[in-house]
């Protein structure tokens, strides 16, 4: 199949391992909607490759708005590793130096902080908790904790996340009938006090991610919901690297470095 020829700049981000392709659509020059093509640039060794693409677009109420599409080309609610990755993007395009960014996404709105290295989200979602009865769903004898924090998630805590059959437990786990659209998968194990391994399948990539922020996110709530952890911060080492999760009064913040790799011209 032949694709229309455009012609785009883009940057290629990496947050702990999630990589984007990242671009400017505040001008509305992006074929957004354009599925296939977008699946095709994400696909790896055949093309730039990534977990997904996210576009900067205007806002009148906010300083940006997020538009994310997975690798699949389809367009989900939020992206918390890409909420980083485009307050880092903003920031290096405008020069706009805040104590504080608020920007929405399809699901709603977040505020970001860059702080150093760290760039934090404050994440605002962390509804439909409810316990799943395992039976139906992973192969082990452990209940799922089910969540959205932007997206679905199925929360699991096993003794060590590295005998986990992450790909096929993960994904009987996404096309279970009980999630008809889905559903992320993660498995943290602890290492030491305040401090947690973490691997997440992704619906959408439809394999395991190096990391996850809406999913981490759901794991450090599923901890404080059950009084397995009491503290806070809690230190999340994922394969791409380690995040952190922080309540402070009301709030739960996401942070973690994210890096631009390299930029580049689509066409």
């Known amino acids: 199949m032949k694709y229309e020829a455009i012609i785009l700049d883009f940057y ?23 599925k296939k093509y977008w699946q095709r640039l994400c696909s790896r060794r055949t093309s730039v490759g990534a977990d997904g693409v996210i576009f900067l677009e205007s806002s009148e109420e906010f300083d940006f708005h997020m538009r994310y599409l997975n690798a699949d080309g389809g367009e989900v609610s939020m992206c918390g ?36 290295d760290t760039i934090w989200i404050e994440m605002t979602e ?22 959205n924090t932007g997206v679905p998630h199925c929360i699991y805590l096993v003794d060590d996340v590295e005998e986990v059959e992450l790909v096929s437990e993960g994904r009987r786990i996404r096309n279970h009938s009980l999630f008809p659209n889905g559903v992320n998968t993660n498995f943290i194990s602890k290492i030491s006090e305040d401090s947690y391994k973490v691997r997440t399948y ?13 999913g981490i996110t759901a794991c450090a709530h599923f901890l404080w919901d059950k009084g397995v952890e009491t503290s806070s911060p809690i230190n999340f080492q994922s394969r ?10 009301n709030s739960v913040f996401f942070g973690g470095p994210t890096e631009m790799i390299y930029k580049g011209k689509l066409c």
């Open 12 to 34: 290629k981000y990496s947050s702990t391992g999630n990589d984007f392709i990242l671009l400017d659509n505040r001008d509305e020059s992006c074929p957004v909607n354009d």
């Open 81 to 116: 590793n890409g909420t980083r990755a485009l307050t880092h993007f903003y920031h290096f395009l405008t020069k706009v130096d805040k104590p504080t960014y608020t920007f929405s996404t399809m699901n709603g709105v977040y505020n970001s902080q860059i702080d150093g």
């Open 126 to 147: 962390a509804y439909d908790k409810q316990i799943v009865d395992n039976s139906q769903l992973y192969s082990k004898n452990i209940d799922s904790y089910y969540m």
């Open 202 to 214: 992704e619906r959408g990539v439809e394999d395991e991610t190096l990391s996850c922020g809406t």
């Open 240 to 249: 791409g690297g380690e995040l952190v999760l922080k309540k402070e009064d």
